[in-house]
């Protein structure tokens, strides 16, 4: 309540490290661990210190940077003992134990899952609070609700169809993909106009929105008739938009003078109104580090490596594997194909073609064979831009 910073992930996991495990706080015992626990000495304060958090987290659901199924995991791996973290009744237990050595630490596995544990409505700071960071409960007794994920959790009909968050995350990783996607195609229009000769100031007025994309194409079509270029140009070379497509196999492998672009280019850079913006051009041969054009099987293989729809969580109820999901049970999405799955199904992360800047995306398996089986040009690129 009284800093911000213990309601981040890490600071939680700082608070619980000190004031509740180097502080002495007898888990073995509180938990019943053992059958020789004395049964007096059983009792569920650390559950009751989690139900606590979690109806802060209900009145101030700004303020943590945990959701729900972080506090639910951390509650149970409490119980299970899977890992050595709760394992015994101070320090001076936990180091005759040798846990250290013998066992993994559940913030280890808590680091590794983190995504699975942000609340996307998080607001850094104080924003959330607008008071100093400080959080002033309501204690109210009506105020106070009964945490049907905690004990209900297995009553499948008393949960809600869609989980709001949940949905909400997809949604931002979707947008994200989609965003990175987009900065990668931008990349390859602006190399294809490059080939194609057209100046550098009106690709970014395109790209920023200034000029629309049938404009863009008009241009294209007049010089294209006027010059002529279709039958000058070889076709071997860069993939083509749907838009070139439909006129002609005019492609690049030429240098401007060329190709003959340069002076209706320039005259278009003319009447340009916007200085400066060439300068955050990042262009595909940059990015390789070599001028090799792209071919129209690798430009293929980018354009498929991302999925543009994802399928809704809303009515997945099981995996491909048939894996059941549960309520509180995470779903993920193939980055690649869009499809939902569980976290066995997830194969691996790893970079998507269709990325700028390339950065380890989640794919099933059979995305994952497909990737793999890609040309070494993508390797490279995602070698040299990560
Ligand atoms: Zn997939
Ligand atoms: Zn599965």
């Not at 626990?37 to 009792?43: G, H, L, N, P, R």
């Not at 294809?192 to 550098?200: A, P, Q, T």
């Not at 992360?349 to 064979?369: D, E, I, N, Q, W």
Request: proline residues 4%; aromatic residues 12%; charged residues 25%.
């Amino acid at each position: 309540m009284l800093d911000p910073y213990y309601r981040t992930l890490k600071g939680f996991q700082d608070i619980i490290e000190k004031e509740w495990l180097a502080f002495g706080h007898k888990f073995t015992d509180r938990c019943g661990f053992l059958g020789s626990v004395d049964s007096k000495e059983i009792s569920p304060v650390f559950t009751q210190f989690i139900d606590c958090v979690w109806q802060m987290t209900q009145q101030y659901p700004c303020a943590f940077q945990f959701n729900e199924r972080f506090l639910l995991t951390l509650h149970d791996h409490v119980y299970s003992c899977q890992y050595g973290t709760f394992i015994g009744n101070c320090e001076k237990d936990r180091l005759d134990l040798r846990l250290a050595e013998r066992t993994y630490s559940l913030w280890g596995y808590i680091h590794k899952y983190m995504n699975d544990f942000i609340n996307p409505i998080y607001l850094k700071e104080n924003m959330a609070t607008k008071r100093s960071g400080l959080l002033f409960p309501n204690t109210s007794p009506q105020v106070f609700r009964f945490w049907r994920g905690m004990y209900n959790r297995f009553d499948s009909g008393v949960h809600p169809r869609e989980e709001i968050l949940d949905t909400l995350a997809s949604g931002k990783e979707h947008s994200s993909s989609l965003e990175d996607h987009i900065r990668l195609l931008e990349m390859r229009i602006n190399d294809l106009c490059k080939r194609m000769g057209i100046s550098e100031d009106v690709i970014q007025r395109k790209l920023q929105g200034f000029l629309s994309m049938d404009s863009l194409d008009g241009v294209l079509l007049a010089e294209s008739n006027e010059e002529n270029c279709g039958e000058r140009l070889t076709s071997t070379s860069l993939p083509l938009t749907k838009s070139f497509d439909s006129d002609n196999n005019h492609t690049a492998g030429k240098s401007d003078t060329e190709s003959g672009f340069d002076e209706s280019s320039s005259q278009l850079s003319r009447s340009g109104f916007e200085d400066g913006l060439g300068s955050s051009t990042i262009s595909l041969t940059g990015v390789l580090g070599n001028s090799e054009p792209l071919t129209r099987a690798q430009f293929q293989v980018e354009l498929s490596s991302v999925a543009v729809d994802w399928k809704p969580l809303r009515n997945v109820q099981n995996c491909s594997c048939a894996y059941s999901f549960e309520h509180f049970s995470k779903k993920y999405h193939c980055w690649k194909c869009g499809e939902v799955f569980c976290i066995r199904c997830i194969a691996a992360h790893m970079p998507l073609p269709g990325h700028f800047p390339k950065r380890h995306a989640p794919v099933c398996k059979s995305c994952y064979t497909q990737l793999h089986s890609i040309s070494p040009i993508h390797e490279i690129a995602s070698h040299v831009a990560s």
